[in-house]
Each structure stands twice: as structure tokens, then as C-alpha cells.
């Protein structure tokens, strides 16, 4: 079993940057990719980033792509998420998530993920 703790969230301003970070304990070894989604009130969860935990590739939704950063520290376990130039529309749960064994799909489909974070609140303010 692997458990993901995510940490990080919280409340900031429009144009704004955060940090979220996902610590993962247990059977890490396991782990070949790490991902982030997020899920707003009332909409269904969607990706944000996967990277590589080996080669270090990355693959971003097209609505984050030059305002979001996905990198990790495989010393720590840790995956980190630096969003920067936030928006109102970036206001969500944010969820650390992992796939285990295999080749790393770096996929954003939910489904192809096994383990998944008790997510961190997100909110940007206009």
C-alpha cells in the first residue's frame, strides 16, 4: 500500500503563486508516476500534471500549461506542484495521485491511477 499526504493549500489572490506539495509513504518503491487533479463544487475532477518519477517527464493540461510546474524529489518521496499567475477559476480540491507499476502512462485519465490523496483546498480570490 502506498498513502499520499498533499499539504500546501489555502487561500490566495488572483495573479498569485502556491505551492502543493505530496509526500508519499509505504511501499514508494512501487511508484513509477505521480500525478495532480483538482475538482471544483459541482464539476467533475480533472487533470493537472503527471511527471515521471525515473525520467523526470512531464505532462500538463493545456488551461495550466506555462503557469504550473509538477517536479519531485525522489530522495523525499515528494512531488511538488508550483502553480504561479493564479486565477479564480484554479479554485478547487487538489488531489496527489499515483500509478503503480508498469510504464509510467503520465495519463490524465483518473482510472489509470491507484492511489490517491485526501486532497487540499485551493482558492484564489478575484
Known amino acids: 500500500q502506498v498513502q499520499l499526504v498533499e499539504s500546501g493549500g489555502g487561500l490566495v489572490q488572483a495573479g498569485g503563486s502556491l505551492r502543493l506539495s505530496c509526500a508519499a509513504a509505504?511501499?514508494?518503491?512501487?511508484?513509477?508516476?505521480m500525478g495532480w487533479f483538482r475538482q471544483a463544487p459541482g464539476k467533475e475532477r480533472e487533470f493537472v500534471a503527471a511527471?515521471?518519477?525515473?525520467?523526470?517527464?512531464?505532462n500538463y493540461a493545456d488551461s495550466v500549461k506555462g503557469r504550473f510546474t509538477i517536479s519531485r524529489d525522489n530522495a523525499k518521496n515528494t512531488v511538488y506542484l508550483q502553480m504561479n499567475s493564479l486565477k479564480p477559476e484554479d479554485t478547487a480540491v487538489y488531489y496527489c495521485?499515483?500509478?503503480?507499476?508498469?510504464?509510467?502512462?503520465?495519463?490524465?485519465?483518473?482510472?489509470?491511477?491507484?492511489?490517491w490523496g485526501q486532497g487540499t483546498q485551493v482558492t484564489v480570490s478575484s
Open positions: 495521485a499515483a500509478e503503480e507499476w508498469g510504464r509510467p502512462t503520465l495519463s490524465s485519465d483518473s482510472s489509470k491511477y491507484d492511489y
Open positions: 511527471i515521471s518519477r525515473s525520467s523526470g517527464s512531464t
Open positions: 509505504g511501499r514508494t518503491f512501487t511508484i513509477t508516476a
